[in-house]
């Protein structure tokens, strides 16, 4: 149960019967800043007083005294008008029964309603590897994906492919160029040169494949050919990198598809809409109609579309393959989201069905010194280097650890290490230690799930068990607001969190030989500890280590 949810929908409920008048959106629960104000706390008696000029606190006791919640043990209003509320105990007792059940099931909801959703992401460059900047897409996209699964919508991942325009025959020059220098053809370098050892791995791959077969033919006959092959390896070499993120796309969307008429296409049917006209010898989409800043270039004066366009015909597409919500992981430098949605309603298309999440960078810093890094130079880590070295659990949940909209400091010296300042290995750790537990449980046979169902867990009284099963009871909040706001870091702080919490209670309160009713309810609590971690792994895709 969402509790937060379902406190606002009471307390609306409270306020219609008390005939009070107030937009729905006003009445807010949240948890306080302090525990020791209670597990919730709404400030709707502030926005009633000061909207009827009436003593907050007055209308605060009118509204307890029209309470009657049964996960709520007490309600407090304090001298201000604040409403605080402390969770039931019985209700505590009873979500750690269901996690145990089927903790997928307790953070789950039907919210999607098996609607189709796209979530598009990384969408890098294919003309070079996967760098640190470009991947931190990659675990935001998959992670949002999940949530949006684990909260009934129909998910598909997918990949947009840039693989049109100079760019892909630049890679394949560069890639024929390294493929004749080793096979000791005396030969000029093109006049844009792509550095890196990938090039020359692409090389290595093409005289395995054609041997010498291409050095007697024109550049002119074979470029298409081997900028094909040179794509095809860079994908490849993709997908290798993300899969080991965890991370595998149902589609890989190529863009010269669209330029096989969609494009045009989608403008002509702006242009019957009355949303396009001609000036300065280009195409321009009228978009100040419909409240933009300025009018945006749809085809350059050169005949050449602009990124815009092929974005609202790609969108386009997305929609006419069924989908009812699309999402976007952008990086923060691409600024188009505002002109792409008015083209989207001027084309007849619900634009609040398109949410773009928008990352920051990340910076890599080494003996607390910053890596500087620059792609166009040839000088940058790769993901897989940064995977090799830190692992994938690591990197993976260390990009998730701050917002989306946040630049993200990643410590090489911190990720490797093994200490709880590593935030993955303290979360893991923890999940771990639970398992430890349960094994020598096992072997003692004293675990019976049964028995764990059904014990009343009463003789939980102390301030770290509490903790412990209040934080549990609260997890679905939590996953339906990472879910709501598109913010996967809530879910990494939710993991540490429990973590904080079960450490704390591993270290005060003894499980084996603590008495056989309190052995028992305590086996529990590590049990629904131990599952609710790992549900929460899945989500953010990394491993539950039975040992570390």
């Known amino acids: 149960m969402q509790i937060k949810e379902e ?15 107030i937009d729905s959106s006003k009445v807010l629960v949240d948890e306080p800043p302090n525990s020791s104000f209670g597990d919730y706390a709404t400030t709707l008696p502030l926005v009633l007083g000061k909207k009827y000029s009436k003593n907050p606190k007055e209308i605060g006791e009118e509204i307890k005294n029209n ?19 402390w969770l039931a105990k019985d209700f505590l007792e009873n979500s750690i029964k269901k996690v145990l059940i089927d903790p997928r ?16 992401f990384v969408s890098a460059n294919p003309t070079g590897p996967l760098t640190v900047a470009n991947a931190r897409g990659g675990p935001i996209g998959d992670t949002i994906a999940n949530l949006l699964s684990i909260n009934g919508y129909k998910v598909e991942r997918e990949f947009y492919v840039n693989d049109a325009g100079a760019k892909i025959l630049k890679l394949g020059s560069s890639v024929l160029y390294n493929y004749k220098i080793l ?97 300065e010898g280009a195409v321009w989409f009228k978009s100040t109609s419909l409240g933009d800043d300025k009018d945006r270039v749809l085809i350059r004066s050169d005949g050449t579309s602009t990124y815009l366009a092929g974005d609202i015909a790609y969108h386009r597409n997305k929609f006419e393959r069924g989908f009812e919500l699309l999402v976007d992981i952008w990086g923060a430098d691409q600024s188009h989201i505002n002109s792409l949605k008015l083209a989207l309603k001027a084309l007849g298309y619900d634009m609040g069905k398109l949410k773009a999440v928008t990352y920051q960078l990340v910076h890599l810093f080494r ?23 830190v692992g994938p659990d690591v990197a993976r949940f260390i990009f998730l650890t ?16 093994r200490d709880p300042k590593n935030p993955v290995f303290y979360a893991q750790y923890a999940y771990t230690r639970c398992r430890g537990i349960l094994r020598e449980a096992e072997g003692q046979q004293k675990i019976n799930l049964d028995d764990s169902y059904n014990s009343s867990l009463s003789c939980l009284q102390t301030k770290e068990e509490i903790a412990l099963m209040r934080k549990i009871a609260k997890v679905p909040d939590y996953v339906f607001k990472a879910f709501s706001d598109y913010s996967p870091n809530l879910l990494t702080q939710t993991i540490l969190s429990i973590a904080d919490d079960f450490h704390n209670f591993y270290e ?18 590590v049990m629904a500890t131990e599952k609710i971690l790992k549900e929460l792994f899945n989500v953010i895709g990394i491993k539950a280590p039975e040992r570390m």
């Open 7 to 21: 406190l606002r929908k009471i307390l609306k409920n409270v306020v219609i019967k008390l005939n009070y008048d």
């Open 67 to 85: 309470l009657s919640i049964s996960f709520i043990h007490s309600i407090d209003v304090t001298s201000n008008g604040y409403l605080n509320f």
């Open 105 to 120: 099931s307790y953070i789950s909801t039907n919210f999607g309603e098996g609607r189709k959703a796209l979530v598009e």
């Open 183 to 279: 096979l000791n053809r005396d030969t000029a370098p093109p006049a844009e040169l792509y550095p890196g050892e990938y090039i020359k791995e692409i090389a290595k791959k093409m005289i395995e494949t054609y041997g010498n077969s291409l050095l007697d033919r024109a550049e002119n006959e074979i470029i298409g050919e081997v900028s094909r092959f040179s794509l095809n390896k860079m994908l490849e070499n993709m997908k290798e990198d993300l899969s080991l993120l965890n991370i595998n796309f149902d589609n890989w969307f190529m863009e010269h598809t669209l330029h096989q008429g969609y494009i045009d296409e989608t403008i002509e049917m702006l242009a019957k809409s009355g949303y396009i006209y001609k000036a």
């Open 367 to 389: 003996e607390k010194e910053e890596i500087k890094m620059s792609k166009s130079s040839g000088e940058y880590i790769t993901l897989r280097e940064l995977i090799d070295e």
């Open 402 to 417: 701050r917002a989306n909209d946040s630049h993200l400091n990643f410590d090489i010296d911190i990720a490797r290490s």
């Open 508 to 525: 005060k309160c003894r499980v084996i030989g603590a008495g056989d009713e309190l052995e028992k309810s305590r086996l529990s609590i």
